[in-house]
C-alpha cells in the first residue's frame, strides 16, 4: 500500500494562493487516479480534483478556472495549486491515489482561508 503524504496548508487571505503537495512512498507512475478532496467542518469529503496516468484533469465546479493539479512522477508527487482562494475553500485537504486494487489516503493538511 503505497503512503501519502500531504503538505502545503495554512491560513492565507481570500484572493491568496497555496501550493499543496503530495508524496508518494512508492511510485504513482502507473496509478490511475490522484486527486485531491476537501472536507470542510460538517461536511462530507467532496472531490476537488483528480489527474489520470494520461494527464487528463477533472475539476469540481467550484474549483474551475482557479485550481490547477499536477503530477510530476518523476518525484512521485501530485500538486494542486489554488489561486483566489475564497473563504469556503477552507478545509482539511486530502490527497488520494486510487486504481483497480489501490485507494490510498494521507492525513490531511489544513487550510484555512480569511475573509
Known amino acids: 500500500q503505497v503512503q501519502l503524504v500531504e503538505s502545503g496548508g495554512g491560513l492565507v487571505q481570500a484572493g491568496g494562493s497555496l501550493r499543496l503537495s503530495c508524496v508518494a512512498s512508492?511510485?504513482?507512475?502507473?496509478?490511475?487516479?490522484m486527486g485531491w478532496y476537501r472536507q470542510a467542518p460538517g461536511k462530507q469529503r467532496e472531490l476537488v480534483a483528480s489527474i489520470r496516468y494520461g494527464g487528463s484533469t477533472n475539476f469540481a465546479d467550484s474549483a474551475k478556472g482557479r485550481f490547477t493539479i499536477s503530477r510530476d512522477n518523476a518525484k512521485n508527487t501530485v500538486y494542486l495549486q489554488m489561486n483566489s482562494l475564497k473563504p469556503e475553500d477552507t478545509g482539511v485537504y486530502y490527497c488520494?491515489?486510487?486504481?483497480?486494487?489501490?485507494?490510498?489516503w494521507g492525513q490531511g493538511t489544513q487550510v484555512t482561508v480569511s475573509s
Open positions: 488520494n491515489a486510487r486504481d483497480a486494487v489501490l485507494d490510498a
Open positions: 512508492g511510485s504513482i507512475r502507473s496509478i490511475n487516479i
